[in-house]
Nanobody, 125 residues
Framework: QVQLVESGGGLVQAGGSLRLSCAAS????????MGWFRQAPGKEREFVAV????????AYADSVKGRFTISRDNAKNTVYLQMNSLKPEDTAVYYC??????????????????WGQGIQVTVSS
C-alpha cells in the first residue's frame, strides 16, 4: 500500500519559516518527480514546486520563487519543502504528490498519481 505522509505544518507568523516533509512508503519514488501543491479555502489546488527524480531539476510557482526550496533524500524516500519569508497568502492545505508516468518537472495536478492527505499551513499577519 502506497502512502505519502506530510508533516511539519502548523501556525507561523508572517516572515517566519516552516519545513514540510513528505515520507513515502509502499514503493520507491527515487526515479520519479515529486511535487508540492496547495489549496486555500474556496480556491483550486495549485502547483507550488516540483523536483525531478534525480533531484537535478526543480521548478517553482512564481508566487513562491525565491522563498521556497524543494529538495529530496532518495535514500529516505522523502521530499522536503523549506518555506521562508512566509506570507498570509501562503495559508493553505499543502499536499505532496508523486508522478509515476511522466519524467521531468510536471506542474499539473493530473500528472500525479499518488497524493498525501494534506497538512495545514497557517500564516498569521
Amino acid at each position: 500500500q502506497v502512502q505519502l505522509v506530510e508533516s511539519g505544518g502548523g501556525l507561523v507568523q508572517a516572515g517566519g519559516s516552516l519545513r514540510l516533509s513528505c515520507a513515502a512508503s509502499g514503493r520507491t519514488f527515487s526515479s520519479y518527480p515529486m511535487g508540492w501543491f496547495r489549496q486555500a479555502p474556496g480556491k483550486e489546488r495549485e502547483f507550488v514546486a516540483v523536483i525531478s527524480g534525480s533531484g537535478g531539476s526543480t521548478a517553482y510557482a512564481d508566487s513562491v520563487k525565491g522563498r521556497f526550496t524543494i529538495s529530496r533524500d532518495n535514500a529516505k524516500n522523502t521530499v522536503y519543502l523549506q518555506m521562508n519569508s512566509l506570507k498570509p497568502e501562503d495559508t493553505a492545505v499543502y499536499y505532496c504528490a508523486a508522478a509515476t508516468f511522466i519524467l521531468g518537472t510536471p506542474s499539473r495536478p493530473h500528472d500525479y498519481q499518488y497524493w498525501g492527505q494534506g497538512i495545514q499551513v497557517t500564516v498569521s499577519s
